[in-house]
């Protein structure tokens, strides 16, 4: 079966959004290869961020455990980053706990909508 390999993110600042971005997820940047700064998810997908005057906002949804949630989650509250319990950016200030878990959506420095969860999503019937 093929697997995912990298994603191309547009940025502002491919730099400053790389490094929101590992420092939430408590990784570190790789080095810059040819025009791109990439993030390498636990997966082994990287996210090579590019610098662009073109930026179409996107929705990026990471799954963590409990104990990277409360690291990320502690640097958004302390940072003051906005966070919401839905993608439609209701329960400001809140999280969810969808499927037994718990989720997070913040925006990244060039308003791509970031998640954090702990559990993968299920059986929507679940949450009627």
Request: hydrophobic share 40%; aromatic share 10%; charged share 20%.
């Amino acid at each position: 079966m093929p697997s995912l390999n990298h994603l191309i993110i547009p940025a502002k600042d491919k730099h400053a959004s790389a490094s929101f971005l590992a420092d939430i997820l408590g990784v570190q940047p790789e080095a810059p290869w040819g025009h791109f700064v990439p993030v390498r998810t636990g997966n082994g997908v990287t996210l090579d961020f590019v610098d662009s005057k073109d930026v179409r906002t996107q929705h990026y949804a990471f799954l963590v455990d409990d104990t990277e949630f409360d690291a990320g989650f502690a640097k958004l509250k302390a940072q003051g980053i906005p966070y919401y319990a839905h993608p439609n950016k209701s329960g400001p200030g809140e999280i969810n706990h969808l499927w037994g878990g718990r989720g997070v959506y913040f925006e990244d420095p060039n308003g791509h909508l970031l998640e954090l969860i702990t559990k993968p999503y299920g059986d929507l019937a679940e949450l009627k």
